[in-house]
């Protein structure tokens, strides 16, 4: 479990070394691309196996060491379980093997251990992870499976709403949701709680940490100084200390240095060797796992020059997800059969999160929202039938909520008034 908490904080942190410009407050909305965006690493993808192996595919494809960049692979997974759960056929034998599993009952014992093992709260760290669904509410007109609402309580302890997704008030009463479990840390973006009327459900995993340094830094000893980054020199303020007699360890081209914290386990650092770009040492699963778990460890005092930082960030995974193998899961072929009576679709995946660190601890915070979407069946060999209304007929205009609003018959059709 220790490998496992290392593994997130790894992910998260691998952009700390990239840190450009004064650190700055989370901001509210992100801003829109000026250009295309760059093209993902290309890279054959690996037999995964469990979460550890989904970390390592997932932040080779995200993290390329050009900016600042903050990713949580275990809200990815997560929200992406949940949706596996109401998956069949082949879509959900490519979501499994995404997330490295087997069966769905082996997908459940690796999330039900997270969730069981992992959330606390303390006075000096909390770690909080919480789920929930919002469901259609079609009056009756749709009808999601008992069995994937009770794995989804049973085993992710994931609150179920129905709402009206073509209704705004819907959009702010998730925000809300996700601004609660993230302690507030998440400015949501406007244009990402803005659903189709065609939205199916939408699925969210939130995660929220906040731990204290198990040696803090002293206030009195920050003091600015030049990062040289990608887009050239800045000032930032350095939090200062020794370590006596601390293990570091030295990698073909890195040094890896933790920082223990209280509850939680630690916060790990990679840094290349001088004139080593960081981008160089990314770019694929394996090169990644390089740096977080090889190399030789050294007994050493060990000079401490961290930059305070913090900023929100945001991915838009759909491209990403489908390159790792679950394409079908947003397509017209997908099954989801196993979570309601429609034909459906994942139209998007996101996720927005936010990173702080400064003199007394760290702060971060998640979420991950999967929507699903209700698609066009696939077409059917199916026998022609005429329908002429050419005799007499009846009609019935219903409402919403199936009641009759006007009834009649026609046996003569006219245009009087």
Known sequence: ??????????????????????????????????????????????????YAGFSDVLS????????????????????????????????????????????????????????????FDT???????????????????????????????????SEANAVDFANAETGRQIAAWITEHTRGKIKISEDAMQFSPETVAVLINTIYLKAAWLDP??????????????????????MNRKDAGATIVKGDGFLRYSLPLFGVGRMTFILPDEGTALADLLGTPEKLHTLLYDGEELRADVLVKLPKFRFQDRFDLNEPLKALGIGIAFSDEADFSGMCDRFASISSVLQESFIGVDEKGVE??????????????????????????????????????????FIGTVTAPTNAE
């Open 1 to 50: 479990m220790k490998r496992l908490i290392c593994i997130l904080f790894a992910a998260l942190l691998l952009c700390a070394c990239t840190v450009t410009g004064t650190p700055a407050a989370p901001v509210t909305e992100p801003t829109e691309p000026t250009a295309a965006p760059e093209p993902l690493p290309d890279f054959p993808v690996p037999e995964i196996t469990g």
């Open 60 to 119: 080779a494809k995200l993290l390329d060491g050009t900016q600042n960049k903050n990713l949580s692979p275990i809200s990815v997974y997560l929200a992406l379980a949940m949706t596996a759960e109401g998956a069949k056929g082949e879509t959900q034998a490519d979501m499994l093997k995404l997330l490295g599993c087997s069966s769905v009952e082996e997908l459940r014992g690796i999330c039900g251990a997270m969730l069981e093992t992992l959330s």
């Open 123 to 157: 006075e000096d760290s909390t770690l909080e992870i919480a789920d929930s669904i919002w469901m259609a509410d079609r009056n009756g007109t749709l009808t999601f499976r008992e069995d994937y609402l009770k794995a989804l309580a049973d085993v992710y302890r």
């Open 217 to 238: 830094f002293y206030e009195s000893a920050t003091e600015a100084g030049t990062f040289f980054g990608v887009d050239g020199e800045t000032t930032a303020d350095y």
């Open 364 to 405: 971060a915070a998640a979420y991950t929202m999967v929507a699903v979407n209700e698609a066009c069946a696939l077409p059917e060999d199916l026998p022609e039938i005429e329908f002429y209304l050419t005799r007499p007929f009846l009609y019935v205009i219903e409402s919403r909520d199936g009641t009759a609003l």
